[in-house]
C-alpha cells in the first residue's frame, strides 16, 4: 500500500498554462517535503511544510499542507520549459520512529 | 563543498556478482541513507544511518549490506547481484534525523545481467 498518492501521474502542458497537482494521504504527517527531480540527477528539495494550512510561496510554485496535514499541493503559475521534471512528495509521520516516506512522483512536461 | 557524492555513476554486473556503491558527504550530516528508484515504484529506502556506528533496515534491505565507520561515509554493499537489482540507486545526508532537507547525490545505475 502506498502511503503517499501523488496525482496526476503524468501530466503535459503548454508553456503559460496553470497546473495543480495533488498529494494525498490517509495518515497524518510531521511534515512534507516537495522536490523536484531532473534527468540524470537526485532529487533536490523546494520546500517544506509542517504547520497544517501552511502557504509557502516559491516564485510561482504555491504549495499548501492541509488542514488534517495528510495532504499537499502544488500549483505553478504561467509554467515554463525549466519546470519540467519529476515532482516528488515526501512525507515524515508521526511516530518517534518514522521514516521520510516517497510518493511515486509527477512527471510533469511543459511544451514550449 | 561537494555535497554529496556517489561512485560509480554506472555499472554492468552479472549476476553473482559482488560490488559496494560508495557515498561520501562532506557537510557534517549525522543522517545517512539509501534509496533505490525503480519506474512507478518511488524513491524506496533501503538501509539507514543516524550516526556513524548505527546502521538500520528501511523498507526494501534484503541483498544490501551497509556499514557507517565515519561520518563521512556510507557505502552500500551489493553481495551477490540479482537481476532484481537492477535500479538506479541515491545515497541521501540530512543535518539530523527526522528533520530538514535530504541531500541527494547523482545516482548510480546499475544494471545486473
Known amino acids: 500500500t502506498q502511503l503517499l498518492e501523488q496525482s496526476p501521474q503524468f501530466l503535459s502542458i503548454q508553456e503559460g498554462e496553470n497546473l495543480t497537482v495533488y498529494c494525498n494521504s490517509s495518515s497524518v504527517f510531521s511534515s512534507l517535503q516537495w522536490y523536484r527531480q531532473e534527468p540524470g540527477e537526485g532529487p533536490v528539495l523546494l520546500v517544506t511544510v509542517v504547520t497544517g494550512g501552511e502557504v509557502k510561496k516559491l516564485k510561482r510554485l504555491t504549495f499548501q499542507f492541509g488542514d488534517a496535514r495528510k495532504d499537499s499541493s502544488l500549483h505553478i503559475t504561467a509554467a515554463q520549459p525549466g519546470d519540467t521534471g519529476l515532482y516528488l512528495c515526501?512525507?515524515?509521520?508521526?511516530?518517534?520512529?518514522?521514516?521520510?516516506?516517497f510518493g511515486k512522483g509527477i512527471t510533469l512536461s511543459v511544451r514550449p | 563543498n561537494a555535497g554529496v557524492t556517489q561512485t560509480p555513476k554506472f555499472q554492468v554486473l552479472k549476476t553473482g556478482q559482488s560490488m559496494t556503491l560508495q557515498c561520501a558527504q562532506d557537510m557534517n550530516h549525522e543522517y545517512m541513507s539509501w534509496y533505490r528508484q525503480d519506474p512507478g515504484m518511488g524513491l524506496r529506502l533501503i538501509h539507514y544511518s543516524v550516526g556513524a556506528g548505527i546502521t538500520d533496515q528501511g523498507e526494501v534491505p534484503n541483498g544490501y549490506n551497509v556499514s557507517r565507520s565515519t561520518t563521512e561515509d556510507f557505502p552500500l554493499r551489493l553481495l551477490s547481484a540479482a537481476p532484481s537489482q537492477t535500479s538506479v540507486y541515491f545515497c541521501?545526508?540530512?543535518?539530523?534525523?527526522?528533520?530538514?532537507?535530504?541531500?541527494f547525490g547523482q545516482g548510480t545505475r546499475l544494471t545486473v545481467v
Open positions: 541521501a545526508s540530512s543535518l539530523v534525523h527526522r528533520v530538514t532537507e535530504a541531500f
Open positions: 515526501a512525507g515524515l509521520p508521526t511516530g518517534a520512529n518514522s521514516k521520510l516516506t
